[in-house]
Protein backbone atom coordinates (compact mmCIF):
# COMPACT_ATOMS: atom_id res chain seq x y z
CA UNK A 1 0.00 0.00 0.00
CA UNK A 2 1.63 3.52 -1.10
CA UNK A 3 2.05 6.11 1.43
CA UNK A 4 0.27 9.56 1.63
CA UNK A 5 2.51 12.59 1.45
CA UNK A 6 0.97 14.14 4.62
CA UNK A 7 1.86 10.68 6.46
CA UNK A 8 5.82 11.31 4.85
CA UNK A 9 5.60 15.00 5.97
CA UNK A 10 4.67 13.42 9.98
CA UNK A 11 6.68 11.02 10.27
CA UNK A 12 9.43 13.90 9.14
CA UNK A 13 8.41 16.32 11.32
CA UNK A 14 8.22 13.78 14.35
CA UNK A 15 12.19 13.70 14.09
CA UNK A 16 12.42 17.24 13.01
CA UNK A 17 10.33 19.81 14.64
CA UNK A 18 11.58 22.74 13.23
CA UNK A 19 11.61 21.62 9.75
CA UNK A 20 10.40 23.54 6.09
CA UNK A 21 9.50 20.33 4.23
CA UNK A 22 8.68 19.83 0.73
CA UNK A 23 7.56 16.95 -0.37
CA UNK A 24 6.51 16.33 -4.38
CA UNK A 25 5.25 12.92 -5.48
CA UNK A 26 7.23 12.17 -8.90
CA UNK A 27 5.00 9.59 -10.27
CA UNK A 28 1.47 10.42 -8.70
CA UNK A 29 1.92 6.55 -7.66
CA UNK A 30 2.74 7.13 -3.73
CA UNK A 31 5.57 5.46 -3.89
CA UNK A 32 8.02 7.54 -5.45
CA UNK A 33 8.67 10.99 -3.34
CA UNK A 34 10.89 13.75 -3.69
CA UNK A 35 11.62 15.41 -0.31
CA UNK A 36 13.39 18.75 0.29
CA UNK A 37 14.18 19.06 4.12
CA UNK A 38 15.52 22.37 5.72
CA UNK A 39 16.13 21.68 9.70
CA UNK A 40 18.88 23.13 12.11
CA UNK A 41 19.52 19.78 12.94
CA UNK A 42 21.40 19.33 9.95
CA UNK A 43 23.98 21.57 10.55
CA UNK A 44 27.82 20.90 10.71
CA UNK A 45 26.36 16.87 9.43
CA UNK A 46 27.73 15.41 6.47
CA UNK A 47 24.73 15.02 3.77
CA UNK A 48 25.82 11.28 3.98
CA UNK A 49 24.48 11.84 8.35
CA UNK A 50 22.02 13.88 7.18
CA UNK A 51 19.88 11.33 5.07
CA UNK A 52 20.58 8.39 7.81
CA UNK A 53 18.70 11.00 9.95
CA UNK A 54 15.83 11.23 7.69
CA UNK A 55 15.81 7.26 6.48
CA UNK A 56 15.66 6.73 10.57
CA UNK A 57 12.89 8.94 10.75
CA UNK A 58 11.11 6.52 8.12
CA UNK A 59 10.95 4.00 10.97
CA UNK A 60 11.56 1.28 8.29
CA UNK A 61 8.92 1.99 5.87
CA UNK A 62 11.36 2.51 3.28
CA UNK A 63 11.40 -0.22 0.68
CA UNK A 64 8.03 -1.26 2.03
CA UNK A 65 4.93 1.33 2.01
CA UNK A 66 7.86 4.20 0.60
CA UNK A 67 9.38 2.55 -2.76
CA UNK A 68 11.62 5.38 -3.65
CA UNK A 69 12.59 8.83 -1.83
CA UNK A 70 14.82 11.55 -3.68
CA UNK A 71 16.56 13.46 -0.64
CA UNK A 72 17.35 17.31 -0.54
CA UNK A 73 18.21 18.35 3.20
CA UNK A 74 20.48 20.91 4.36
CA UNK A 75 20.43 23.42 7.41
CA UNK A 76 18.09 26.49 7.62
Known amino acids: ?3 L ?3 LEALIRESFPDA ?7 AGDGDHYRAII ?3 AFA ?3 RVAQH ?5 ALKGRMGGE ?3 LALDTGPK
Open 44 to 46: GKS
Open 38 to 40: RSE
Open 52 to 56: QAVYA
Open 5 to 7: AHD
Open 20 to 26: EIEIQDL
Open 66 to 68: LHA
Open 1 to 3: MPM
